[in-house]
């Protein structure tokens, strides 16, 4: 089971997203059955935010001095599943999402998910460092993805 803690210090996020929690774990709820750990209590934090907060997390912890969408902070670097166990934290940048402006709602719920689901599969354990890395890496995040679209509209 995914437990899911959804915090927004971005207000932006509230004009698209009317309940944040709801939406993440109707994504969650929509997994395929491999990614759900049905036998398992797993948890991760998602930090709603903007690109201004973004940066200064990229700059702190990656020595980049600039924003980005989406940012994951896996709590190990190999994946150690146990009865209970805490992922890691993704943030992602409201401003990277809403562009342009003039997308409609389904756009940027597609955007959101598909972010999502980058920053859940970098908690697992993926990268993309390597090509054939982000390979793998992008297969499983089609995997989600194909499973999330089929059951979410």
Known sequence: ?????????EKSWSKRLKNKELFFKKVCDAFPKKYKFLNKKVIFTVLLSNNKNIKKLNKNFRNKNKSTDILSFPLEKKLKLQKKTYLGDIIISYNFIDQPK??????????????????FVHLLGFDHIKNKDYDKMLKVE????????????
């Open 1 to 9: 089971m995914i437990n899911v803690n959804v915090f927004s210090e």
């Open 102 to 119: 003039s997308q409609d709602l389904k756009s940027f719920k597609k955007k959101v998910i598909k972010l999502f689901i980058h920053g």
């Open 142 to 153: 089609n995997f989600i993805y194909k499973s999330v679209k089929s059951k979410i509209n």
